[in-house]
């Protein structure tokens, strides 16, 4: 906007000059020709064949053509230094691009440091892979933690299954995607429809937190138990972590 400012100032600035030159080259033809007017009077003057008053408005004339010619080389003078002021001013421009190199600069710099913080936001925000419901929580609000600390146990209420134990014995026959009729303690008189989805491939003995090594050598057999986990179909009703049920599975003979 200051640029086309600048550039119809100087556009005008020069034709100023140019109207001034023309006036000023009128004024000098009347200049001359007030002068050679004046000259022939004064002849004519000298041999007394002009009237006094004829030289006087010669005289006149010739002094308002010299103010008139020194009027329009003084508007020149003033409309060039109008050209040069409004050239000063163009001036501006170059410092208009240093200060916007400078807020660019600035600019640059402020996003950087932007990108920065929101890097070391995100650094700071613990997400979950999936939206679920909090059980539990580990730690309170202000409190420092340090890297593997347990925060919190949540779980996903529309994804629930069941997790039983099953003798050794009946494992032979139950297979994956065997039907499971499930009644909920919570829900009596309601079944819920399932299928068994995964097998455990060890006992539950050997995940014990005190196993037993039997150092003596004595050995009693024990009918060993083998984790199986049950989807359930819960149609809308919200089953919550815990709950005891009792799984029907539809086995192989």
Known sequence: MILAQIQSRLAAARAQIDAAEANHTAAEAELRNAQSH???IATLASRQIATPQNEEDAQGRLDAARQQELATAAAIAAARANLDIVKSDAGQIAVIDHQVARIEAEMTGLEAERAQRLIDLRNREV???FDGMVDATFV???EYVTPGTRLLIYHRPDEVWVDANVKETDLRRISIGAPVLISVDAYPGRE???QVERIGGAATSQFALL???NPSGNFT???QRVPIRVSVETEGVVLSPGMMVVLSID???
């Open 38 to 40: 004046f000259d022939r």
């Open 127 to 129: 997400l979950a892979t």
């Open 140 to 142: 309170d609000q202000g």
């Open 192 to 194: 819920f429809r399932g």
């Open 211 to 213: 196993p037993s090594p």
């Open 221 to 223: 057999k024990v009918t």
């Open 251 to 253: 086995v192989a003979d």
